[in-house]
């Protein structure tokens, strides 16, 4: 997905400004999460209906984004 950042914000007066899917209190994180644990993108837009299929792979755009851009230094 190329532009995550149409559906994912990040508000101070949201979820303590953790990155949700816009519109909801729903935070990537959350996504994240279920999708490890096992939960189906039908499973997910069924339990939390304003997250859409869509939404579930801004999520994951998201995280990649951030994880390229993650930088570890290694000490020796």
């Known amino acids: ?3 995550w950042q149409e ?6 007066g949201i979820r303590f400004g953790k990155p ?3 519109g909801t209190r729903i935070a990537v994180l959350d996504v994240l999460g279920w ?3 096992g939960m189906s ?3 997910i837009s069924e339990d939390f209906p ?3 299929k869509e939404d579930i792979l801004a ?3 998201f995280a990649a984004n951030r994880e390229e851009n993650t930088k570890i230094l290694i000490s020796a």
């Open 1 to 3: 997905m190329k532009n």
């Open 7 to 12: 559906r994912i914000s990040i508000d101070q």
């Open 20 to 22: 949700c899917i816009r």
């Open 35 to 37: 999708l490890a644990n």
């Open 41 to 43: 993108y039908e499973e």
């Open 50 to 52: 304003p997250v859409t």
């Open 59 to 61: 999520a994951l755009a």
